[in-house]
């Protein structure tokens, strides 16, 4: 969907850290008094504090977009097909303090689309001293807003209005409200809903602006970019700022939308290094893929620095850094370590420093750029200084599991934990600030057409007896059901489930402990589980996980990253010949293209699908041929049988369509140009993104080096005849 926004005025607070011994304290805002800012959710990558309620029907606000997002119109049966939904929904805010509080407003961004008759009584803004949990007991007052610009497009339009006086000197909840009708709803999407100290339209010290400060000095760390950084959008999407790393890309929902986006640092002091030796160092991570044909990478990807930023990137004077990505460093989703940049002698001993990422695509080709561990330091060129890395997790006291804390996080996945022992499942864990201890939980998907997993890493456990003990929290107003236990592993097949029990209506108020107890009676291999129930099918929280026995113990599991096969990313040899995970590499990995038509790629890899083909782009379908090839993988020889086993989805097949005349899977010697097709097991339905595990034999190639090729061959002659399927692969084995 593509989308022109206006610039943001989003706002971070300043947060930073160091990693160094003899420095200053961290960064703060040098403000006065109290603070002015009394709420501040961008709704970048969640809802935040923020919480969905039903007055009416099932709808749902949700986090898409970088904004908060409620529509009627979508596809409730899963057939493809939308249709209309009436309901009348609350996007209700955390408790705001007004109680020293003389005068207050309220600021956010929207965007209203396919609104048809009513924009003024579907959309409101309301306010509430006596709130409880249920919309629909409370006393709401409206606080009007305005809708000149909105409405027909997905345009951002900013706006202010005045928190009416009588609210203040009490604690309020502000609340968006939503009516979608059964032959009509308008899709309605805010951004950076703010709460501040004031008068609306009449605030000139641009509180919220980095400003510099004596405290401010070097070294400064921000590890994931999203405490202390703001985003400014030309046009065009947003960077996203997530707990662990910031990002941008233009390409969404199918298409690519023309994008500039700027990610600003707050202001940084720079008057320490005044007159010392050691240049000042830049220093971050960065993820950059998709760069095609048509990428210029220099003149997209920009590290800008400033000493005249003031909240304006069009009249600041910016000097490029000269940030160049290495090419060998675009092909897989790890984090490199960018060279270091040494800072121009301008911009050492100054007050007041900003810098700035800016980010740019056109509408053939988006990439998508990652980046984290900024780091603005003293050091040597040669040999610079490298950010403390965390400990890596052990288990601790009588937990006999590691980051049962979830505070250790690689990627959008908490260490030693996935969202499944299952490719028949596609559960998506994420990073919550919401937790029982520490900083943070793990937030376990939901989904309605099938029960969801969290899995811990495999373990080996001797006999005995075993204790599970954690705690669990709806997610979404709607509640949620978890069930704890486990499922024994052989040979790297998971085997039946063995779950203690339902636990069910989970609130957002409060943690439920989770306990439960099983035996084992042998040695035994197993992956800890905690099920998320198809029923409700909601998102839940899990914290503070610990296994513990008095007559048991572990065998093996416990060891860290690298000290057992499997740790290890990409292709690796484990118990098995060979196995990817390609959600996390492809490694070794080939694309061939005999026919893409005008598209620049046909396969791409997805931290979450795993590797993917498509030819449909912008609404278009496109003839081609394109080929995933894996490297050389020596097979043993042996009596025993061979077996080539992955998962996969297909999904836009066309009716009547054999799946195996577009996606097949072939083999051949390597070095050698004859392929040969494999018939596999299973295919999937062709309708859905459902995961299922084929298998195939591979035993008459017993020592020999082969190589494997997923082919993607779609079809389309005219909008009467084609096949143009989207298929995902998610992991691959050979044993």
């Not at 035996?519 to 099918?537: E, H, K, W, Y």
């Not at 017993?702 to 079809?715: C, H, L, N, P, T």
Request: hydrophobic share 30%.
């Amino acid at each position: 969907m593509k989308r022109i926004l206006s610039l943001l005025s989003t706002v971070a607070a300043i947060f930073a850290f160091t990693a160094c011994e003899d420095v200053p304290e961290p960064y703060v805002l040098n403000t006065t008094g109290t603070t002015n800012t009394l709420l501040n959710e961008t709704f970048a990558s969640s809802l935040g504090k923020f919480n969905s309620k039903s007055a009416s029907g099932s709808l749902q606000w949700k986090n898409d977009y970088s904004s908060a997002v409620i529509t009627g119109f979508q596809d409730f049966d899963g057939d493809g097909d939308k249709e209309n939904q009436a309901g009348e929904t609350y996007l209700v805010s955390p408790a705001v303090h007004l109680e020293d509080v003389d005068s207050a407003f309220v600021s956010f961004s929207q965007a209203i689309n396919y609104e048809k008759q009513t924009i003024n009584e579907d959309h409101k803004l309301l306010i509430s001293s006596d709130y409880t949990n249920d919309v629909t007991t409370a006393t709401w007052t409206e606080i009007p807003i305005s809708f000149n610009g909105v409405g027909g497009s997905f345009t951002f339009v900013d706006q202010e209005v005045q928190i009416p006086e009588s609210f203040m000197g009490k604690t309020v909840y502000l609340a968006l409200k939503h009516i979608a009708h059964d032959s009509y709803s308008s899709t309605w999407e805010v951004k950076n809903f703010k709460v501040q100290r004031g008068v609306a339209g009449e605030t000139t010290d641009k509180p919220d602006t980095p400003q510099p400060s004596g405290d401010n000095a070097l070294p400064y760390t921000s590890a994931s970019l999203k405490d202390g950084f703001t985003v400014k959008t030309e046009t065009g999407a947003d960077w996203s700022l997530g707990n662990t790393y910031a990002k941008a890309t233009g390409y969404a929902s199918g298409a690519t939308t023309p994008t500039i986006t700027w990610l600003i640092s707050p202001a940084i002091n720079t008057t320490k290094a005044e007159g010392n030796d050691e240049p000042v160092l830049v220093d971050f991570d960065y993820v950059l893929r998709y760069v095609g044909d048509s990428t210029d990478v220099a003149a997209y990807h920009k590290l800008y620095a400033s000493t005249d930023y003031d909240g304006d990137v069009a009249t600041a004077t910016w000097t490029d850094l000269g940030f160049t990505a290495v090419e060998s460093e675009t092909k897989d989703w790890t984090f490199y370590a960018a060279p270091s940049i040494t800072l121009p002698a301008e911009f050492v001993g100054k007050e007041k420093v900003v810098f700035a990422f800016r980010f740019e695509c056109n509408e053939k080709n988006s990439t998508t750029w990652e980046l984290q561990n900024f780091r603005v330091h003293q050091g040597n060129n040669d040999t610079p200084d490298t950010p403390d890395t965390p400990d890596v997790p052990q288990p601790s006291g009588d937990n006999l599991i590691a980051n049962g804390d979830f505070e250790t996080w690689s990627g959008n996945e908490p260490v030693y934990w996935v969202a499944s022992t299952s490719a028949s499942t596609k559960g998506i864990l994420s990073q919550s600030n919401e937790a029982h201890g520490g900083n943070y939980s793990v937030k376990v998907g939901g989904k309605s057409a099938g029960n969801q997993r969290l899995a811990y890493k495999e373990i080996t456990l001797k006999a005995g007896t075993y204790n599970i003990k954690f705690y669990a929290k709806a997610a979404t107003s709607a509640g949620g059901s978890i069930n704890p236990g486990y499922v024994s592993v052989t040979d790297g097949k998971v085997g039946s489930y063995q779950y203690g029990g339902y636990v069910n209506d989970l609130t957002t108020t409060e943690w439920t402990e989770v306990s439960h107890s099983f035996t084992l009676t042998t040695q035994t291999t197993i992956n800890l589980v905690v099920m998320n129930s198809r029923n409700p099918g909601t998102d839940v929280l899990v914290d503070d996980y610990e296994l513990t026995t008095s007559d048991g113990g572990l065998v093996s599991g416990g060891e860290t990253p690298g000290d057992e096969p499997g740790d290890e990313p990409g292709g690796e040899t484990t118990d098995g010949i060979y196995s990817i995970d390609f959600t996390k590499s492809v490694e070794g990995w080939n694309i061939v293209d005999n026919e893409k038509g005008e598209l620049n790629y046909v396969w791409t890899q997805d931290t979450r699908y795993g590797i993917k083909a498509s030819a449909y782009y912008q609404q278009k379908r496109y003839t081609t041929d394109s080929w995933y090839i894996s490297p050389a993988i020596t097979l043993p020889t042996t009596s025993n049988a061979i077996t080539l086993s992955f998962s996969h989805a297909l999904n836009y097949m066309t009716d009547g369509w054999d799946a195996e005349r577009v996606v097949s899977v072939h083999i051949r010697i390597a070095g050698q140009n004859e392929w040969t097709k494999l018939d596999i097991s299973q295919w999937p339905s062709g309708k859905d993104f459902n995961y299922v595990d084929a298998t195939t034999s591979l035993s008459q190639y017993a020592g020999k080096d082969v190589e494997i090729g997923f082919r993607y061959a779609s079809i389309y002659q005219d909008e009467n005849t084609y096949c143009v399927p989207t298929w995902e692969i998610k992991t691959l084995s050979i044993k």
